[in-house]
């Protein structure tokens, strides 16, 4: 069992980040930040290729963290991968120790810096659920046997902003049905969507992590608001932060008074602070976590 099921089973209020591998092999900064963060954070995402901006490996980089005594998650996206490949490397990934895994689309190739490439996409979300889950069993998800079983604990991300509220939800049972044990959620700043999300869903067994992602200006939350699915910033907190003489203060201050409110809905956070890093155990702190 990771450490990060063990703390789920176990009903203790997690707190999960963000890495991003680099763009090249030098992994100091990575691991520097991860070794800062040892004990507030209980497991680290490694992104995959983040915003379609070719990257390390998520699972070298998941080694490393290993080898220093952290726990990863590595992300899975169906963007560049087919099923042979994801698989494949789900196996790759349990050899080297491995035992959280989160699967998502990814974005878009045109997005990123490498805009020609070919995306694949071949399987849902859903679906690599399913096809991890059948590792697990013993065999691939044609239903070959496998030379020992591959057992992981499988998460999946949902959008409680998505346009298509009820796609989503839908989309969301899918993914509990395939496998997922936990749900990395969206940058939360709506409060008051994010509790009609939890009454629409009270229906399901939900491990909710709660995303949230630190503003650093009202620049930054207008970019969100325009450009990411999903957000949906207040003005007031737009105003909040764009008046404050501290601005890194404010954000602490924000993102701190977001924990204190989801968690009675969830399980989790998942901070997502996209370079201050830094500010992480003051959030948890000032969150009374």
Known sequence: MSKLAAALERDRFVVTSELTPPKGTELAALLAKAEALRDVVTAFNLTDSHAARMAMAPM?????????GLEP???MTSRDRNRLALQADMLGAHALGVRNLVFMGGDPPANGD?????????LPSSALLRAASALGRGEDMMGNALSGAAHF????????????????IRRLEEKLEAG????????????GAYERFIEATRHMDLCLLTGIIPLKSPKMAQYMNTRVPGISIPDALIREIG??????????EIAARIVREVRPMARG????????EELIPEIVARADL
Do not use: C
């Not at 604990?153 to 989503?168: C, H, S, Y």
């Not at 956070?269 to 201050?276: D, K």
């Open 243 to 252: 008046d404050a003489p501290d601005r890194r203060a404010a954000s602490v």
């Open 73 to 75: 998650i590595v992300q």
């Open 180 to 191: 997922a044990r936990f749900f990395q959620t969206q940058a939360v700043y709506d409060i």
């Open 114 to 122: 490498h805009a020609e490439a070919k995306a694949v996409f071949d």
């Open 153 to 168: 604990l499988l998460g999946a991300v949902v959008n409680p902003g998505a346009a298509d509220i009820e796609g989503e």
């Open 60 to 68: 070298a980089a998941a080694r490393r963290l290993l080898e220093n």
């Open 269 to 276: 956070v998942h901070i997502m602070a996209i370079g201050w």
